[in-house]
């Protein structure tokens, strides 16, 4: 109990003048017990009730029989029953003593009463239960002080009322004033509780607050919290209605519109895009779990509203979803004659791979959609047509053709897209491909699939797979879409450089079908056929207006491109055309040089079109030399000729390898040391060469990265030609993988690398014996031209390969002669 409020007995014991009252009883009183529900009546307040039969009743019937006072106490609703059973919990520390005013018997067995609280009352005990509580109390005053705090606190608080009473609108101005009027802290306090801004557990608070002045500051508190709610959801209104009345605006200004339309005659009744987007929906041509799918989405576009937020991104999914070729579509019988007459038509020669593929279209044709037909796989180097084959087949089974390159696609979703949940979310290049043709059975290229790569973003190759797999690609799962795509009357066709870097599973998958690089005369005839025609057209050329010789397209493939394919000689005769082309179009400008009837471009003419030359034609060397020896190496783009220079200079037996060798030819480049000093006394080596020389390998272009083993014999056949001063023939070329003992191995490529030797100028080829087989494979002209000489042993290739020495040096146990060599037709 606080110094400032004090049961009177105490205060009349001190004897201070803070006394609000002589005539108060301060005597401990025996009150009938009324017990209310939530409404707290606080003193100084007059409330009329309805009283129900019960205790209260009862204890309120013998009140106004006896002076009128009875004890409130107030009990929440749940908390009541212990009182109405007879079994009173303990009773509350605080009560309010209370004057019937009235207690008026009604018909239905009520009584309306009214109250006047008084005062707060301490509860000591119950002194009675039936037939109601009598409980045994002593009153409580307020003892007021004076000071600046106290009074700085109840203006606080009255100006609080008036800004509650600002934002309430509601409230009598004399009630107000009534407030304003209050002058003791405490009373304030009893007074403002009853204003909306308390609820139950504010008001017993309150009333069990006996100090006046912390009484008042707990009402404070809970004014400024109540204020502070009020602000805020008035801030919140005031937003929640600019929202509304922006929105409301523009539906009047969209309405308006429409009026304004349908007045111009220019409605269509379709302005209401959901409507609209359901229209599409019905007209579609799609399977089922399409079509609910959709629905489901408009549905929920309509619920979100087309400016949501979320409205864009579920537009733009139905947009795909709409815009898919779903349906199934006929097509023409397949007519093998007609396949043959289209693919004859597109491409020169490739006779095995033309021929392949007609079996693939004859097994189609019969077995319809029954068979699941495999993956046709084109690999060879670039620029051999595999492409174009691809577009060729389209064109004979009129089909769409659609072409994706994978190279560099590392992350799996680039194949299969990203969820709806990402911003900025598309389908994979696969779904993107089908909308873009429009047809859900297009003829399918899926370029470089040699070069996917796999990293932390996923594997790109198990998407692939489910692509390409028959079996599984009629319920194709693109992340983006949710709903399964069926691709399985799409015709696969993949193509790769080479075979080793596709990934097994997805190689299994496929039908392989290689096709190698061209000769001269190959690509002499595509350019004549094919090449030269295309481009002509493409230019606006007529047929008569450009003539382009043998000996100048031969020039082109010698001089201006070196590669296994025809891109860049197509890309060169491009340019011939376009500089023809520029000249006939400036016809009769002014200024502007005659313009032929024909221009006919022969091999002198080609450097004034096009520049120098950009290669040497014929042998890398102009004489045999010592220490430098010719291979051929098998890259991803073709065949290509390498030679490869031994320089042993003083020292003291270090091997130095450079022109960026990979671990592997390293490694053969050490083998071929150890072999040759192995079999120094047999080659004519002083037994201190090794230790007093220092030998420099170098493979010349140091810039490309070379590796593999079929160098081996290239490497020895340098070292010991360097080491014994005989010299290599140049017009040689050879290629084997060496053991220590001198055994040479197989190897792989050897039709890109027999072309690259031809296009190099080569006459002799050395090849492992074990490659042998191989050799009906290469193209006639090759077989004509090339010796091709199969060997086991490095002393064969040494009998071919180096030139009888020319000064006198003690005799080598190598036959002087070059052997006749064997020639395979
Ligand atoms: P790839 O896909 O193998 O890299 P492309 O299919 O792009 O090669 O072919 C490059 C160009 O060469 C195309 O214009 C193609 O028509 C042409 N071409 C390639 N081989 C032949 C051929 N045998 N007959 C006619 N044109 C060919």
């Not at 309010?96 to 009463?113: M, N, Q, S, W």
């Amino acid at each position: 109990m606080s110094n400032a409020t004090r049961h009177l007995d105490d205060a009349a014991a001190r004897g201070d003048g803070s006394m609000p009252s002589d005539d108060l009883d301060t005597e401990e009183r025996f009150l009938p017990l009324v017990v209310l529900g939530e409404m707290v009546i606080m003193p100084h307040m007059t409330i009329p009730l309805q009283v129900p039969q019960g205790k209260s009743y009862r204890a309120m019937e013998r009140a106004w029989d006896e002076d009128h006072e009875v004890l409130l106490i107030f009990v929440r609703e749940g908390e009541l029953e212990g009182y109405k059973s007879n079994q009173p919990q303990q009773l509350p520390f605080t009560g309010v003593i209370a004057r019937l005013e009235e207690f008026a018997k009604l018909p239905d067995g009520t009584a309306r009463v009214i109250l006047e609280g008084l005062h707060r009352a301490t509860i000591k005990s119950a002194i009675q239960i039936q037939p109601f509580y009598r409980v045994n109390c002593l009153p409580v005053y307020d003892i007021d002080e004076d000071g600046m705090e106290i009074q700085a606190l109840m203006d606080t608080v009255k100006q609080q009322v008036d800004e509650f009473v600002d934002h309430l609108g509601e409230v009598p101005q004399e009630a107000v004033q009534f407030v304003h009027r209050i002058e003791r802290p405490g009373h304030l306090a009893d007074i403002v509780t009853w204003g909306p801004a308390f609820d139950f557990k504010d008001r017993l608070e309150v009333l069990n607050t006996l100090d006046p002045v912390d009484r008042l500051r707990k009402a404070n508190m809970v004014l400024a919290r109540q204020l502070e709610l009020l602000k805020l959801r008035a801030k919140i209104q005031q937003d929640t209605k600019e929202v509304l009345d922006q929105s409301q605006r523009e539906y009047f200004l969209r309405e308006q519109m429409r009026v304004i339309r349908r007045e111009l005659g220019e409605d269509d009744d379709s302005d209401d895009p959901i409507d609209e987007l359901r229209r599409k929906v019905a007209e579609l041509v799609a399977p089922d779990y399409v079509k609910s799918q959709a629905l489901h989405e408009i549905k929920r576009l309509a619920q979100q509203g087309m400016n949501s937020p979320e409205a864009g991104v579920i537009r733009t999914y139905l947009d795909w979803i709409l815009n898919l070729p779903w349906a199934e579509e006929e097509h023409a019988e397949i007519s093998i004659a007609e396949a043959q007459k289209v693919l004859n038509e597109d491409h020169f020669g490739l006779e095995r791979v033309k021929e392949r593929i007609l079996e693939f279209l004859a097994v189609r044709k019969l077995a319809g959609n029954k068979m699941r037909s495999p993956i046709l796989c084109f690999v060879g180097p670039p620029g051999v047509g595999k492409t174009s084959l691809g577009r060729s087949i389209a064109r004979a089974l009129g089909r769409q053709f659609i072409r994706t390159s994978l190279g560099g696609v590392r992350d799996e979703a680039e194949i299969r897209g990203h969820r709806r949940t990402y911003i900025g979310a598309m389908p994979g290049r696969v779904v993107q491909g089908m909308k873009s043709v429009k047809s859900n059975s297009p003829v399918y290229v899926l370029d470089e699939v040699d070069k996917v790569g796999t990293d932390f973003r996923g594997d790109p190759t198990s998407a692939l797979l489910e692509v390409l797999d028959p079996e599984q690609n009629n319920t194709f799962s693109d992340h983006y879409l949710e709903i399964p795509f069926d691709l399985s009357r799409v015709i696969f066709i993949a193509t790769a450089n080479q075979l080793d870097p596709i990934p097994s599973p997805l190689r299994d998958r496929m039908e392989i079908i290689e096709i190698g690089g061209y000769t001269e005369d190959e690509k002499l005839g595509i350019a004549r056929g094919f090449l030269v025609p295309k481009q002509r057209e493409f230019h606006g050329l007529k047929t008569g207006q450009l003539e382009i010789t043998d000996g100048a397209v031969l020039k082109l493939v010698r001089e201006y491109t070196r590669e296994a394919g025809v891109r860049n000689l197509e890309r060169e005769l491009a340019t011939l055309c376009r500089k023809v082309a520029r000249k006939v179009a400036s016809d009769g400008d002014p200024g502007a040089e005659v313009v032929l009837e024909t221009y006919v471009i022969d091999t002198a003419d080609v450097p004034t079109y096009l520049g120098p030359e950009r290669f040497s034609f014929g042998l890398a060397e102009e004489h045999d030399e010592v220490g430098v020896a010719t291979g051929v190496a098998w890259t991803s783009t073709g065949g290509d000729i390498l030679s490869i220079e031994v320089l042993p200079v003083k020292g003291k037996g270090g091997l130095l390898l450079t022109g960026q060798l990979g671990d592997v030819m390293k490694e053969s480049a050490q083998a071929a040391v150890s072999y040759v000093r192995s079999k120094a006394d047999q080659l004519g080596i002083d037994s201190n060469y090794f230790e007093e020389h220092n030998i420099h390998i170098h493979v010349p272009e140091g810039a490309v990265p070379k590796d593999g083993p079929s160098a081996g014999i290239t490497l020895t056949t340098a070292l010991i030609s360097a080491m014994t001063g005989r010299t290599v023939r140049r017009d040689v070329a050879m290629t084997g993988e060496v053991t220590l003992r001198g055994k040479v191995l197989g190897i792989g490529g050897l039709k890109e690398k027999t072309l690259a030797a031809h296009r190099a100028g080569i006459r002799t080829f050395i090849l492992p014996k074990e490659n042998a087989k191989d050799i009906v494979e290469l193209p006639e002209k090759v077989r004509q031209d090339l010796t091709l000489i199969p060997v086991t042993s490095m002393d064969e290739v040494l009998r071919v390969a180096l030139n009888p020495i020319a000064v006198v040096v003690p005799p080598l146990p190598i036959t002087p002669v070059v052997p006749p060599p064997v020639v395979v037709h």
